[in-house]
T-cell receptor
Framework: SQTIHQWPATLVQPVGSPLSLECTVE??????LYWYRQAAGRGLQLLFY??????ISSEVPQNLSASRPQDRQFILSSKKLLLSDSGFYLC????????????FGPGTRLTVL | KQEVTQIPAALSVPEGENLVLNCSFT??????LQWFRQDPGKGLTSLLL?????REQTSGRLNASLDKSSGRSTLYIAASQPGDSATYLC???????????FGTGTKLQVIP
């Protein structure tokens, strides 16, 4: 069966510090991978998606970047965090090329102080 | 640009009631629509997936319908229970299987 992991689960960082969130998927190959952010009181915002290694599409211009160094690894990064980067970050995967179910990880709660 | 709206934003009902959550989307060119549940501080759990060619899906006490031409979906919950309390999100898949657009959610509280 497939599983999706995210870490860390929670993170408190000062403004201006770097960020690295990691997401890995097990039990499938060549998945489509997604990063979402859920800010307090707001809906889920798609940040990045990837259809393959090294292939990243950005949905929203921002202070963040994403990378996919391996087939089942998706990383969200920032060089300098802003207060507005606080939120709940969710990674998700779906089978490539199919309008199939999207599966979500447990999320990372990021607080920027 | 696809936009997804959910009404109502919040709902409080006594235990045992049947209820309907609504989801509307602006672009009917979708591949599927998915309903999720999110508990506070947790990730999303998939409830039902309706392909664009389907009209409804059922799982236990949940029934989701899709009217693609009018850009609407409903999630029907029968005989609600306190454990159903959560935020319910709908999401549509479009744009070459890549773009998923979420609604803003309906926060449901079932009172014992």
């Amino acid at each position: 069966s497939q599983t999706i992991h995210q870490w860390p689960a929670t993170l408190v960082q000062p403004v201006g510090s770097p960020l690295s969130l990691e997401c890995t998927v097990e039990g499938t190959s060549n998945p489509n991978l997604y990063w979402y952010r859920q800010a307090a009181g707001r809906g889920l915002q798609l940040l990045f998606y990837s259809v393959g290694i090294g292939q990243i599409s950005s949905e929203v211009p921002q202070n963040l970047s994403a990378s996919r160094p391996q087939d089942r690894q998706f990383i969200l990064s920032s060089k300098k965090l802003l207060l507005s980067d606080s939120g709940f970050y969710l990674c998700a995967w779906r089978l490539a090329g199919k309008p199939d179910t999207q599966y979500f990880g447990p999320g990372t709660r990021l607080t920027v102080l | 640009k696809q936009e997804v709206t959910q009404i109502p934003a919040a709902l409080s009902v006594p235990e045992g009631e049947n209820l309907v959550l609504n989801c509307s989307f602006t672009d009917s060119a979708i591949y599927n629509l998915q309903w999720f549940r999110q508990d506070p501080g947790k990730g999303l759990t998939s409830l039902l997936l309706i392909q664009s060619s389907q009209r409804e899906q059922t799982s236990g006490r949940l029934n989701a319908s899709l009217d693609k031409s009018s850009g609407r979906s409903t999630l029907y919950i029968a005989a609600s229970q306190p454990g159903d309390s959560a935020t319910y999100l709908c999401a549509v898949l479009s744009g070459g299987y890549q773009k998923v657009t979420f609604g803003t959610g309906t926060k449901l509280q079932v009172i014992p």
